[in-house]
């Protein structure tokens, strides 16, 4: 069993920065990918970034490209998301996820894909 903590949430003005941490314990951590989706008030869960098991690939989505920089180290259970050029509209709970099941490179952009969750970190960014 998995479990993933977050950690780094916090205030921020707009413009400012802040680097999110999910540390992992129970499983090979080096054996899956990770994903950071995130869901702000009344709106659905989205997906944000995703790092490959080795670190080699990397996705985003549109809205946080050139912003957000995703990366792992294998060494220490932890994957971060470097947060950078923060507006208001990137005001959520921040989680992290783990996908076990993928055997490839592919990552996986849907909330299914994934198989445990942390509990979240709230990111509030002021204007």
């Known amino acids: 069993q998995v479990q993933l903590v977050e950690s780094g949430g916090g205030l921020v003005q707009a413009g400012g920065s802040l680097r999110l941490s999910c540390t992992a314990s129970?499983?090979?951590?080096?054996?899956?990918?990770i994903g950071w989706f995130r869901q702000a008030p009344g709106k659905e869960r989205e997906f944000v970034a995703g790092?490959?098991?080795?670190?080699?690939?990397?996705a985003y989505t549109d809205s946080v490209k050139g912003r957000f920089v995703i990366s792992r180290d294998n060494a220490k259970n932890t994957v971060y998301l470097q947060m950078n050029s923060l507006k208001p509209e990137d005001t959520a709970v921040y989680y992290c996820?783990?996908?076990?099941?993928?055997?490839?490179?592919?990552?996986?952009?849907?909330?299914?894909?994934?198989?445990?969750w942390g509990q979240g970190t709230q990111v509030t960014v002021s204007s």
């Open positions: 996820a783990a996908d076990f099941r993928d055997v490839g490179f592919t990552l996986k952009y849907t909330m299914g894909a994934y198989d445990a």
């Open positions: 129970g499983r090979t951590f080096s054996s899956y990918h």
């Open positions: 790092v490959s098991r080795g670190g080699s690939r990397t």
